[in-house]
């Protein structure tokens, strides 16, 4: 499967570096670039604002020793300043390297031994702390820069100094050397190395650094300006720091050649609200994001009023009922034509504005599976809500039109892309956008790319419309007894997207012999339930364990048992005694599940559950709900599915 494709605003240049400069000079003070909320209050930057940022910093990184081709750390939740270092390392012909806010120091170590950083820019005293704790093993990390000052006017370390300190030493870099920003900007090139992008270390391996220049990078923007035009009106809110691949896509390529404009919340626990003030006309997320923005609604209605109820009740099945229709290309006919308007007047309305989706006019799920019981949700609300297929290595491979959504599909693949299917369903692409290889890793490269081919590992097939089927990764397709394949993604989304789980894991132990899941209940919001039932707990280990809650659980679990195939339905159930924890490693920091490492850590359980057990005596930290932190014994009780078959 072959498509051609047509480069997009080739007039604004080839690198992010000169698209930026292009849009200084066309809006200067005239258009607003960036809103940051500071205190309350959103501030304004134009572009104007965001080409001296860039520049002054680019220059006072000059001012420290900076060298074409060194690697500069941005750690930090998303603010200006995390833009304003990527585009400056990139404008000093170097590579940025993002790492999550939430990191551990040893993983930190990891990325900047891996990449070889001499400059790291971070946000705040949290981060610096974990730079200085590890400083002493960096030997080629020489200056840690930082935004935020709180907290560090007595730090007398020689590496760090502070952000504004390094604009004043590029303000005076550019009286002495006027012209040189502009010269490194002109000299750069659309086959330069720019950036260094992790991958999540979802296999159980340690992440590994994807090398792309502006060329792979521009080419996963361009393919979504032409699936869906961005506009300079256009307001989006971005979730995460472009260390993720996809923000990398919107929020810098796709921000820098539509000129529309980035607004970033005060911070992760604002979002939402921060979110609906702007009324972002854009928005992608990962997949988890969508679903738990889909069960913290139903648990809203769950703790409503009996009007509140009723009308949930009532109304919803009419938006579900136009958005089955769509999903089969179907036009609703004119009885829930006429329903639709009264039922959007009455709920839906007011249900997009709680979520900040009233002006929402692209909306984008990527990263995993999304349940289809939260796609559906969306479009009864008519949300145009599509899901995009693409790889850090691999850049970004499908979407689909608005008028060729479908739930079961990633949409037809993007102009100029090549496809193929591998014996055993591995997706293959051949495209602009894929990486040049790993940094220093050249055997992993091997494995994964060939003569231009980029091995996904991710199965699938394609369907007769064209459309690319996402099924899971290829290792961790479940081969069950009868010879059935099962994606354990598939049933792992449909659980989350009830109220009561935030996280779930599906097996079908050393044999295939049965599915089973651990469960990981929503611990604020179960709580909230047994509350209103007065059932008496500590803990989370001890609410996990109640009967009552299991029962609560089991309710889900027939619901998604009804959907699947005799073979592949859940037979027994544990709810875990804790959370999933990235700093665990259990999760990656984009919150997928690493396998490999669970499967490990829970062997005994596993055993367990496909040893006819019925329950497991553990010993576990727990956190109390007063804050206290204890070592605690209890037992895990292993549940049956009644009415399931082995």
Sequence with gaps: ?????????????????????????????????????????????????????????????????????????????????????????????????????????????????????????????EQVDKLLEINQELPLLEKVIYWNYKGLAHYDDPALIGYQQVLQQGERLEEERPGLFEQNVETGSADDICALVYTSGTTGAAPKGALHTYKTMRAGADYHLRLDPWYESDNVVPHLPPAWMAEQWFSIGCHLLSASVLNFAEGPETQQQDAREIGPSILYHGARFWEDQAAMVQARILGADTLKRFAFRLL???????????????????????????????????????????????????????????????????????????????????????????????????AGTEVRIADNGEIIYRQPGVFLGYYKDQENTAEVLNDGWFYSGDCGFVDEDGHIVF???????????????????????????????????????????????????????????????????????????????YELVKRDIDRINEALPPGARLKKYVNLHKEFDPDEAELTRTRKLRRAFVEERYRELIHAIYGDKTEVPIEAQVRYRDGRMGTIKTTISIKSVEGVGG
């Design 471 to 549: 099924l899971d990764r290829v290792e961790d397709l479940i081969e069950l007894a009868n010879g059935d394949k099962l994606a354990p993604q598939s049933v792992e989304s449909r659980l989350r997207f009830s109220p009561y789980i935030k996280d779930a894991w599906v097996l079908a132990g050393p044999d295939g012999a049965y599915t089973s899941s651990i469960i990981i209940i929503d611990y604020e919001r179960v709580g909230r339930w047994a509350g209103r039932r007065r059932v008496a707990y500590s803990n989370f280990a001890e609410l996990s364990q109640k009967p009552e809650v």
């Design 316 to 414: 919803m099945p009419i938006g579900h009922k136009v958005a089955d229709s769509k999903n089969r290309n179907q036009k609703p006919n004119l009885f829930w034509k006429l329903l639709y308007p009264l039922a959007h007047i009455a709920l839906f309305r007011s249900l997009k504005d709680s979520l900040g989706l009233s002006n929402a006019r692209v909306c984008y799920t990527t990263g995993a599976t999304l349940s289809p019981d939260a796609f559906r949700f969306y479009h009864a609300l008519n949300l145009p809500l599509k899901s995009l297929y693409g790889s850090t290595e691999g850049g970004a491979l499908t979407g689909a039109r608005n008028d060729e959504i479908r739930s079961e599909t990633v949409g037809p693949v993007h």
């Design 1 to 125: 499967m072959t498509t051609e494709r047509e480069p997009a605003f080739r007039e604004k240049g080839d690198t992010w570096p000169k698209i930026l400069k292009y849009n200084y000079e066309k809006y200067g003070d005239n258009h607003v670039a960036m809103r940051y909320k500071r205190f309350g209050i959103w501030q304004r930057y134009t572009w104007k604002d965001y080409f001296l940022n860039v520049k002054r910093l680019a220059l006072g990184l000059l001012s420290l020793g900076f060298e074409p081709g060194d690697k500069v750390l941005i750690i930090g939740d998303n603010a200006p300043q995390w833009y304003y270092t990527e585009l400056a390392t990139q404008a000093n012909h170097g590579v940025s390297v993002g790492v999550y806010s939430d990191s551990t120091p040893l993983e930190i170590k990891y990325f900047a031994e891996n990449s070889e950083t001499r400059f790291a820019v971070v946000q705040d005293q």
